[in-house]
Structures are given as C-alpha cells and as structure tokens.
C-alpha cells in the first residue's frame, strides 16, 4: 500500500530489483539495500549514497506507514548541494521516495554523464506504466 495515498502500489522489476511504484502519486519504495544497488546500476556512488543515508538528519514521524510493518515513517534529510527529503521506515525496512526523489538522490552522487541515470529511470517509468492500466 502506497504509505502517502494508501492505494495498493504494483510491483515494477528492473534488473532484478522488484521496485514497489504508486501509480497515483509515482512515488516508490524500496526495501533496504535497494537503493545501493540501483545506484550501482545507475552509474553512481553506492557508498557515498548509504553514507549520507545513514548520516541523514532525523526529522519528525509523518503521517505516512511502512508498507512492510505499517508504522509510521520518519522524515530524513539527507545532504546534497540541494538537501533531499526522504522517508525512512524507523525499523529499517526501506526508503520512501517522492515522484521525483529517486532520481534526485541518484543524481546528486554521480559523477559523470546523467544520461545514463535519466535513461535507467526513464526505463524504470516506463515499465511502471506498462505494468498496469489504470483503469478503476
Ligand atoms: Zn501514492
Ligand atoms: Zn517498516
């Protein structure tokens, strides 16, 4: 369930990744380590990334739930030339991730080209809108 507005998210693959996407407000979740190993994939700073994850200033609960435990996220705000806000599972579940955020986070600990980071998740994009019609 989308932890923002609770509607059921769908289930994207990418390279091996099962990536949890809402095709309402196109947020995403991943589960614990995910994260790294997209940035691996993407071209960018895996450790520099968890490293700044884990040194992330806490900020206050939300009123948003862990999809995996349903307890309510904490706000992070993990330091980058322009400050990211995440949502964390306190339990360490995963990373909530605004449409957008992803992609933010990626860019800001990679060196090189963004291309390949703006290709690997325009790929991420379109699978999700392939996965499902929406059509309630
Ligand atoms: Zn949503
Ligand atoms: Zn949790």
Known sequence: MCPKCREPMI???FQGVEIDCCVECGGRW?????LTWIAELAG????KI???IERAAPGPRVDRRCPRCMRRLRAITVAADEPI?????PKGH???FDAGEMQAVIGAFHDGEDGE???LLGELHHG???SKSKGE
Not at 30 to 34: S, V
Not at 44 to 47: C, L
């Open 11 to 13: 289930i994207v693959e």
């Open 128 to 130: 999700k809108l392939e």
């Open 50 to 52: 968890s490293e700044a």
């Open 117 to 119: 980071v703006a290709r």
């Open 94 to 96: 995963g990373l909530w």
């Open 85 to 89: 806000e995440l949502d964390r599972c």
């Open 30 to 34: 991943l589960d614990a380590g995910e």
């Open 44 to 47: 960018a700073q895996p450790g």
